[in-house]
């Protein structure tokens, strides 16, 4: 699998845009990116997939590069309860695969 | 809504034990897995199943085995608990469709082994 790369931490005012930046520069064209995130003392929860083209649901948009090279992930109105352990995570489409997560991005949403 | 149960929040158990995890999910999830969590080390992947009575090694199974006798119950046993088996432990299951590895996590057992 691609591996990803993302900054540790990162802090937001609470109502401002939330952009996350994810590199998975060795990415296959049969792997889709994928984003969790794990809130404190609490399992990881998906929250959106793509493979080239934009994406957007309830909780946020993910943009990709055309050269599918680099993503990011927003959270249009970042609020306190968005502070949590952001993960990037690339995978194939099909197989029997185990999604593998890194380190992830700390997002800290301040008041 | 979607539901993936982990039999204990919190347990505490001695070196040499023999520790049961359960799972219980009822999605009608084909796919589970056991992965622990440490500080500093992010989540590693233990075993999962893709079906009843399968099971695949992940990452670090060494010290651990599990079960999946039934589709809705995946167990992870430590045979002969250690102290740094210690760790956040957290199942999760996920539909096998072709398009989608969403994966539902449960909210983890913290096992402290002393």
């Known amino acids: 699998d691609a591996k990803t790369t993302q900054p540790p931490s990162m802090d937001c005012a609470e109502g401002r845009a939330a952009n996350l930046p994810c590199n998975h520069s060795?990415?296959?064209?049969?792997?889709?990116v994928y984003w969790y995130r794990q809130i404190h003392s609490q399992g990881p929860q998906y929250i959106i997939h793509?493979?080239?083209n934009n994406e957007t649901n309830e909780m946020a948009s993910l943009i990709i590069t055309e050269d599918r090279k680099s993503s990011t992930l927003i959270l249009p109105h970042a609020t306190l309860r968005d502070t949590a352990v952001y993960y990037c995570?690339?995978?194939?489409?099909?197989?029997?695969?185990?999604?593998?997560f890194g380190s992830g991005t700390r997002l800290q949403v301040q008041p | 809504d979607v539901k993936v149960t982990q039999s204990s929040r919190y347990l505490v158990k001695r070196t040499g034990e023999k520790v049961f995890l359960e799972c219980v999910q009822d999605?009608?999830?084909?796919?589970m897995f056991w992965y622990r969590q440490d500080p500093g080390l992010g989540l590693r992947l233990i075993y999962f199943?893709?079906?009843?009575?399968?099971?695949e090694k992940g990452d670090i199974p060494e010290g651990y085995s599990v079960s999946r006798e039934k589709k809705e119950r995946f167990s992870l046993i430590l045979e002969s608990a250690s102290t740094n088996q210690t760790s956040m432990y957290l199942c999760?299951?996920?539909?096998?469709?072709?398009?989608?590895?969403?994966?539902?996590f449960g909210s983890g057992t913290q096992l402290s082994v002393l």
């Open positions: 999760a299951s996920s539909s096998r469709t072709a398009t989608n590895e969403k994966l539902f």
């Open positions: 060795t990415i296959s064209g049969n792997e889709y």
């Open positions: 793509g493979l080239k």
């Open positions: 995570i690339v995978s194939p489409i099909t197989g029997r695969r185990a999604l593998t």
């Open positions: 999605m009608d999830h084909e796919n």
């Open positions: 199943s893709y079906d009843v009575k399968m099971k």
